[in-house]
């Protein structure tokens, strides 16, 4: 399994972008990189899901370099609301794997 | 369409006593899962089920047994409560990723177990 390496936590202002990194050295060639957010007392739910290069939704983009060694969450203009704990996960979404959540990252967004 | 459904929601227990948390989901997928999150960490997986008939541990399993009752169903059982396991419990399924799907996982909305 490969493991991803996010920062504990990070700040921001509303109506900024904010830019999460994860780092996975030993990501498999097919494996997918997804990334999850959780709210306070809630499960996580899925946010983005990527392979390579640019992937966009109509929350976030996922940015994933040509080695794959790395991936970034973009959150355009956060608002109040988008303060969750932000998860990376790397491996085969194929279906009944060992699907290992880390630590997260803490997003608080300030007025 | 319900997705995933836990209960109970609350629970507290003594110590050493048992009890069973029940999942179901009602979108025909595959694999589930149950996990534990204490407060101001991340998810650690409990067990696993990649599919009805098979369950497998994740990183935290001692202290806990499961069961895949049919391809809805998956309970986790406490035989015998500690303080440690006072914690929120989640249980998610997924189904396999393919043309129209991510493989993503849906989560239920908890279960909050109190030990004393």
């Known amino acids: 399994l490969a493991k991803t390496t996010q920062p504990i936590s990070m700040d921001s202002y509303e109506g900024q972008e904010v830019n999460i990194t994860c780092s996975h050295n030993n990501i498999a060639t097919n494996d997918y990189i997804t990334w999850y957010q959780q709210f306070p007392s809630q499960g996580p739910r899925f946010i983005i899901q990527g392979y390579k290069t640019k992937v966009t939704n109509e929350v976030a983009s996922l940015f994933i370099p040509a080695d794959r060694k790395s991936s970034t969450l973009s959150l355009p203009r956060v608002s109040l609301s988008d303060t969750a704990v932000y998860y990376c996960l790397v491996g085969a979404e194929t279906g009944g794997f060992k699907t290992i959540f880390g630590a997260g990252t803490r997003l608080f967004v300030k007025a | 369409n319900a997705g995933v459904t836990q209960t109970p929601k609350f629970q507290v227990l003594k110590t050493g006593q048992s009890m069973t948390l029940q999942c179901a989901q009602d979108m025909n997928h595959n694999s589930m899962y149950w996990y534990r999150q204490d407060p101001g960490m991340g998810l650690r997986l409990i067990y696993y089920s990649a599919s009805e008939g098979t369950t497998d541990k994740g990183e935290v399993p001692n202290g806990y047994n499961v069961s895949r009752l049919n391809k809805r169903e998956f309970s986790l059982r406490l035989e015998s409560a500690a303080p440690s396991q006072t914690s929120v419990y989640f249980c998610?399924?997924?189904?396999?990723?393919?043309?129209?799907?991510?493989?993503?996982?849906?989560f239920g909305e908890g279960s909050r177990l109190t030990v004393l």
């Open positions: 998610a399924s997924r189904s396999l990723a393919g043309a129209s799907n991510t493989g993503e996982l849906f």
